[in-house]
């Protein structure tokens, strides 16, 4: 290997080992990047820096982060999951595993609308864990319901991770989010089933709720308030989504409308106030910041890594793999999934993404099938020990009687029907493909 190539390994090497030390994600970019390309050929490789990192904060497209996070912060503050949750544990009727079944449905409509892990696994564990326990829910299967529920914000859209893969791949916005629709319908419907067969297997573990408490709210009047309850944030949902699915608007500017709809949703619940207002607006700062100041910090990495050669490096790695592109697809499906032990997906997206792009780019690989694959691969990295997300978030608000063991043994069983539905997904093409193809994107 040439001089530059052994600097490229110590680049990812470097960049490992900072986060390692605890260095945030958006220094641990830079400073590998400047560290190891100014070893390779000086200041001169940073001469493009300035241009690309101007290309990447007047990128058009990007207003559509602050203004959907904005909506999914705001979409929180109108409780939807305490009122939605009550509801659909009362449809559920004497299902055993309800309350568990109305947890994965609340996970959706969330994901649509908050796409926010963090949001919907606290809330969700701060409103319903304690009410599961004392139902008589086991803490193993409570926990995994909620944890597995928050991650679905991740690849229903509107979602971060749809938005960033766009950037990253080079594809429309509007064709990922409708090439996201049915798989993510898949995990949550894989979840729902395995909820299902878990409460035959074991009865005890998830108790229906009980038929004097059901027979006390009349069905008509429970059937007023799923319509009450469930009726502004899907209208809004669908128009925001429907827009951009349907080439009516753009991402950013079906993103400026639910932003507005999403104030207008939480007036109407009557909870709209100056406090509310202020934090969600530093809440959606904070957060797009972040995104974005990654997004610029990675810039610094991927021309460092470029100039040093390290997509040669890339292909004579997958020279070595045998059994063609499939072969490679997994190499990086398990890469993600290793990745996903210790780092975030932002990072994932980052770094692992761009550095095997060209290889299937170069095989006519689809790449809207390919970004399927990779953010239902994604999902995997905030359940999996020791560093899931979903995990910590869920910590943090649990009642003392839940411990780790509970949330980590919890969890396993979705890890598995994740890794199910990513094979789906690979064997059958077309739960990603089917929908951008019909509507013509």
């Known amino acids: 290997m040439s001089p530059q190539e052994w600097l490229a390994i110590g680049l990812l ?15 641990t970019l830079a400073a ?10 000086g200041e001169s490789l ?21 203004l959907f996070v904005f909506m999914g912060v705001m979409l929180e503050k109108s409780r939807l999951a305490e009122d939605l949750l009550d509801v659909i544990g009362h449809l559920a009727g004497g299902l055993r595993g309800g309350m568990a079944l109305g947890i994965i449905g609340v996970g959706v409509l969330m994901g ?7 949001a919907t696994v606290i809330t969700l564990g701060l409103l319903t864990l304690p009410t599961l326990l004392r139902r008589g829910y086991d803490p193993a299967i409570s926990c995994g319901a909620i944890c597995a529920s928050g991650t679905l914000g991740q690849i229903i859209p509107p979602s971060l991770v749809l938005i960033l893969l766009s950037d990253i791949m080079q594809l429309s916005v509007g064709t990922l989010f409708a090439a996201a629709v049915l798989p993510g319908l898949l995990l949550a419907g894989l979840y729902m089933a395995w909820i299902v067969v878990y409460g035959m297997i074991r009865p005890d573990a998830m108790p229906p709720v009980p038929r004097a408490e059901r027979d006390a709210l009349p069905r008509r009047e429970l059937w007023l308030r799923v ?6 944030p899907l209208a809004l949902v669908l128009s925001v989504l429907g827009s951009i699915i349907a080439g009516i608007a753009a991402p950013t ?9 999403s104030i207008l949703v939480v007036g109407l619940a009557g909870r709209l106030n100056l406090g509310v207002l202020r934090e969600v607006m530093r809440s959606t700062t904070r957060t797009s910041a972040m995104v974005l100041f990654i997004l610029i910090c990675s810039q610094v990495f991927s021309l460092a890594f470029r100039g040093l050669q390290g997509e040669k490096l890339i ?45 299937f780019v170069a095989a006519n690989v689809d790449m809207v099938w390919l970004a399927m694959l990779i953010t239902v691969n994604l999902q995997t990295s905030f359940l999996t020990p020791p560093f899931g997300w979903a995990l910590f978030f869920l910590r ?17 069983p979705f890890i598995a029907l994740q890794a199910l539905g990513l094979l789906l997904v690979f064997q059958f093409p077309a739960i990603a493909t089917w929908l951008p193809k019909v509507i013509g994107w």
Not at 46 to 64: D, E, S
């Open 227 to 232: 319509l009450k309850v469930a009726l502004p």
């Open 13 to 27: 090497v470097g960049f490992f080992a900072f986060l390692m030390l605890g260095v945030p994600v958006g220094i």
């Open 396 to 412: 943090g608000v649990a009642p003392p009687q839940i411990t780790t063991k509970h949330i980590y043994l919890g969890v396993l």
């Open 315 to 359: 292909e004579d790695l997958f020279a070595f793999l045998p059994g063609g592109i499939n072969t490679a697809i997994w190499f990086l499906m398990a890469l993600i999934f290793v990745l996903g032990f210790f780092i975030e997906w932002i990072e994932i997206s980052y770094i692992a993404v761009p550095l095997f792009l060209p290889i």
């Open 32 to 41: 590998s990047g400047f560290l190891f390309g100014f070893l390779g050929f």
């Open 112 to 118: 649509a609308t908050t796409g926010i892990v963090g």
């Open 253 to 261: 500017e079906a993103a400026s409308m639910g932003a507005l709809g």
């Open 46 to 66: 940073f001469n493009l820096l300035p241009a690309r990192i101007y290309g990447v904060v007047a990128n058009y497209q990007w207003l559509a982060i602050p």
